[in-house]
């Protein structure tokens, strides 16, 4: 199974700032046929599911926040959010989809400081 | 707009078989277009891919729990089905359907449409 780990397990940021969370697969997600990085991050809130942020690494879903960037190739990656707002407190998972079983990281805790 | 609703017990015994519902709506279950997936997130941990389903008939399930897990669709009813047999507390966990992205390049392992979950708790 691929391995996901995610760093810090929990930030502290003040609201406006810029937050960053990172994301370390234990093999490269590039797949090399189509060039692409099999990585995805979610935001999950308390009692909700989880919410897609971004895909391919750096493709934003529909309707997500243009605060949220998703950067990164082969194993390292990282999520940006630009500038926090209060809605923005979560829970953010990375997931690799790039072999089965699907494998998230460990989640980090995102607070306002 | 597709919406996912799970339901089924919310208390199962040590030992007995873990049934649970995702009703869909607004998106066809038995379309060969979409993957149909199931999660779980016991307390306090991380998110777990159970399994999935396509085409209502092929099933793909986590290695750690394949021996347990049954992944199947009511066609006609427009409903995803889970079973996971021989529960232990480690079951204990709130579980997800989701649907995999799909675009007009293909469908990913990914997930863009997801159910509220429900939780299950395994307890005698």
């Known amino acids: 199974d691929i391995v996901m780990t995610q760093s810090p397990d929990s930030l502290a940021v003040s609201l406006g700032e810029r937050a960053t969370i990172n994301c370390k697969s234990s093999q490269s997600l590039l797949y090399s046929s189509d060039n692409k990085n099999y990585l995805a991050w979610y935001q999950k809130k308390p009692g909700q599911p989880p919410k897609l942020l971004t895909y391919?690494?750096?493709t934003r879903e529909s309707g997500v926040p243009d605060r949220f960037s998703g950067s990164g190739s082969g194993t390292d990656f990282t999520l940006t959010i630009s500038s926090l707002q209060a809605e923005d407190v979560a829970v953010y998972y990375c997931?690799?989809?790039?072999?089965?079983?699907?494998?998230f990281g460990q989640g980090t805790k995102l607070e306002i400081k | 707009q597709v919406q996912l609703q799970e339901s089924g017990p919310g208390l199962v015994k040590p030992s007995e078989t873990l049934s649970l519902i995702c009703s869909v709506y607004?998106?066809?279950?038995?379309?060969?277009?979409?993957?149909w997936s199931w999660f779980r997130q016991p307390p306090g941990k991380g998110l777990e891919w159970i399994g999935y389903?396509?085409?209502?008939?092929?099933?793909n399930y986590n290695p750690s729990l394949k021996s347990r897990v049954t992944i199947s669709v009511d066609t006609s009813k427009k409903l995803l089905s889970l079973k996971l047999t021989s529960v232990t507390a480690a079951d204990t966990a709130v579980y997800y359907c989701a649907r995999h992205f799909c675009s007009g390049a293909g469908c990913y392992p990914f997930f863009d449409y997801w159910g509220q979950g429900t939780l299950v708790t395994v307890s005698s």
């Open positions: 997931q690799q989809y790039y072999s089965s079983p699907y494998t």
């Open positions: 607004g998106g066809s279950v038995s379309s060969g277009r979409y993957y």
């Open positions: 389903i396509y085409h209502g008939e092929s099933a």
């Open positions: 391919w690494a750096s």
